[in-house]
């Protein structure tokens, strides 16, 4: 089975900006950003086909994009202008059909 690895992750002001990596070990369908927040849902916030449409919820649409490199079988999540509220382990699956193991994710922290 295809493996997830997130990567990027860690601690950044308010107003800062991070990019986080999904590298898969082999093709990738429809891919999506998830996030989870201490005592909550996961909650998927970004979505990407492989032919590159987008997808993005209203909490973050205008701050993030997602892209995805196929022939390198990775997604990235540029994440600008951040708050507080993005705190959480991001993690990458996919989307419209059969989940992947969970990776392990990457923690983004945002705090002054």
């Known amino acids: 089975q295809v493996q997830l690895v997130e990567s990027g992750g860690g601690l950044v002001q308010p107003g800062g900006s991070l990019t986080l990596s999904c590298a898969a070990s082999g093709s990738i369908p429809s891919m999506g950003w998830y996030l989870q927040a201490p005592g909550k849902q996961r909650t998927l916030v970004a979505t990407i086909t492989r032919d590159g449409q987008k997808l993005y919820t209203d909490s973050v649409k205008g701050r993030f994009t997602i892209s995805r490199d196929n022939a390198k079988n990775t997604v990235y999540l540029q994440m600008n202008v951040l708050k507080p509220e993005d705190t959480a382990r991001y993690y990458c699956?996919?989307?419209?059909?059969?989940?992947?193991?969970w990776g392990q994710g990457t923690q983004v922290t945002v705090s002054s």
């Open positions: 699956n996919t989307v419209g059909g059969p989940l992947l193991a």
